[in-house]
Antibody, heavy 114, light 112 residues
Framework: EVKLVESGGGLVQPGRSLKLSCAAS????????MGWVRQAPGKGLEWIGE????????NYTPSLKDKFTISRDNAQNTLYLQMSKLGSEDTAIYYC???????WGQGVMVTVSS | DVVLTQTPPTLSATIGQSVSISCRSS???????????LNWLLQRPGQSPQLLIY???NLESGVPNRFSGSGSETDFTLKISGVEAEDLGVYYC?????????FGSGTKLEIK
């Protein structure tokens, strides 16, 4: 069974950084592109970016490119999202997904507030 | 960025009724490789999104065949032939032809 489990969310102060993890199982992680999508409370879906199998190609939505960094560890079957300079606009549920978008994690909440 | 405009924003249906959701793109979604990367997702209340349809009209494994997708270039439609109670939620179209990937604003399906 394919499973994606995000972790690392929580309450963070404005201007601080936070790193999310996504543990993958049930499929050959190093064969797939992986990505991150977020959803602000009561809002729609926003694509953050994606990373290819060997981390040689990483694509971001332009507005987040300078704040967020996507990486992966194929030995640990884990995807990461490093977020910096967080603001209230980054408050959202963060989902990892396999980039056929057939599999999504349950999401992790990040709240940016003082 | 490609803008996907979904209509209607909300939809109210009775059980067994057939409904359609439109997704119009600001650019053609036909890729140079000949594929059209337009997908449909359903997000049930409190849940993660679920892929229903990929590449316009291909039914994702395990998805009931009352869901169907059609369209080309800039105009796409998701049809539910005989709504069931479990179909309530927000439907999103998404395109992956042009970077960055973008989503429509969603259509909320309510059951009368």
């Amino acid at each position: 069974e394919v499973k994606l489990v995000e972790s690392g969310g929580g309450l963070v102060q404005p201007g601080r950084s936070l790193k999310l993890s996504c543990a993958a199982s049930g499929f050959s992680f190093n064969d797939y592109w992986m990505g991150w999508v977020r959803q602000a409370p009561g809002k729609g879906l926003e694509w953050i970016g994606e990373i290819n199998q060997d981390s040689s190609t990483i694509n971001y939505t332009p507005s987040l490119k300078d704040k967020f960094t996507i990486s992966r560890d194929n030995a640990q079957n884990t995807l990461y999202l490093q977020m910096s300079k967080l603001g209230s606009e980054d408050t959202a549920i963060y989902y990892c997904a396999r980039v056929d978008y057939g599999y999504w994690g349950q999401g992790v909440m990040v709240t940016v507030s003082s | 960025d490609v803008v996907l405009t979904q209509t209607p924003p909300t939809l109210s249906a009775t059980i067994g009724q057939s409904v359609s959701i439109s997704c119009r793109s600001s650019q053609s979604l036909l890729d140079s490789d000949g594929d059209t990367y337009l997908n449909w997702l359903l997000q049930r209340p409190g849940q993660s999104p679920q892929l229903l349809i990929y590449s316009v009209s291909n039914l994702e494994s395990g998805v009931p065949n009352r869901f169907s997708g059609s369209g080309s270039e800039t105009d796409f439609t998701l049809k539910i032939s005989g709504v069931e109670a479990e179909d309530l939620g927000v439907y999103y179209c998404m395109q992956a032809t042009h970077a960055p990937l973008t989503f429509g604003s969603g259509t909320k399906l309510e059951i009368k």
